[in-house]
């Protein structure tokens, strides 16, 4: 498997809170989701949990073979709880999370799992892409956005919405991240596709993912053959310049492009 990344901050003086890693038949995407004063609940931030459950994930996912995308999340979150449950309050809800793409490549399958907003995009030979993802934090939080925006900023009403959208996360009939609770792992979207049909398989944060959505700069034939053509920073570049253009808030931006999937 080849493998290509590309990874942006949101802004030069800021961690970036996304982290992707690869090996020679897996690769993983981490999208971490902070919210405003989680530094009081947790020394470590946003950006440390990013890394530690990338971290943790591909080196599950690299020495047991036998085990389920889910499992290894699982046990990838348990492990990443356990390094800051005595120093961190980790079951609040405001302390670090993060949302979660990964494929594994295995006896001419490739394994797929998304948790939350980040997108898994398999290029087909003989189709259009297939793309894979968990609407479920977008669809809730868009019901509450139309509150969220007409209620002043700071004030006893926005912060009331705030604290209502966060208690629908890992929650039945809610959304679902990574963050203290391994079971969550298994809520994820999962799946597999035979390699043999596959030209190459792409994973989005949702910075990167909004070329698509809500940008509408391409479609997802359009990205894949831009990744192929062009490689992820070219996809990036083309999202800040929307962001610029329509005064939208920048998000930290990574793509993972994997192709030659055969070769393992």
């Known amino acids: 498997m080849r493998v290509t990344m590309a990874s942006v901050p949101k802004r030069a003086d800021r961690a970036n809170e996304d982290f992707t890693c690869a090996g020679p038949t897996a690769a993983v995407l981490i999208d971490g989701a902070g919210i405003p004063g989680a530094e009081s609940i947790c020394r470590h931030g946003v950006a440390w949990y990013a890394n530690r459950l990338g971290s943790s994930l591909l080196g599950l996912l690299s020495l047991v073979q036998d085990r389920s995308l889910p499992a290894l999340l699982a046990e990838a979150i348990e492990q990443v709880t356990d390094g800051h449950r005595d120093t961190c309050d980790v079951a609040d809800p405001i302390s670090p999370s993060a ?4 494929l594994r490549l295995s006896d001419g399958l490739l394994e797929y799992l998304v948790l939350g907003d980040s997108v898994l995009v ?3 030979a003989d189709d259009d892409p297939f793309v894979v993802s968990d609407p479920r934090e977008v669809i809730i939080s868009r019901s509450y956005q139309p509150a969220i925006e ?3 900023k700071g004030g006893d009403e926005y912060h009331r919405l705030l604290r209502d959208l966060r208690a629908h996360r890992n929650q039945p009939g809610g959304f679902w991240l990574a963050k203290d609770d391994p079971r969550a792992a298994d809520e994820a979207i999962t799946g597999s596709r035979p ?6 398989a792409a994973l ?3 910075g990167a993912s909004r070329i698509v959505d809500p940008f509408q700069l391409a479609d997802w034939p ?4 831009m990744l ?6 070219e996809i990036i570049r083309r999202v800040r310049q929307a962001e610029a253009r329509r005064a939208v808030a920048a998000d930290d ?6 192709t030659d999937l055969d070769e393992v």
Do not use: E, F, K, Q
């Open 99 to 102: 949302t979660v793409a990964v």
């Open 122 to 124: 398999l290029d087909r």
């Open 150 to 152: 007409a209620a002043a």
């Open 195 to 200: 390699v043999s049909g596959l030209i190459g």
């Open 204 to 206: 989005l944060s949702n």
């Open 222 to 225: 359009h990205v894949m053959a």
């Open 228 to 233: 192929a053509s062009s490689g992820p920073a």
């Open 253 to 258: 931006a990574t793509i993972t492009y994997c």
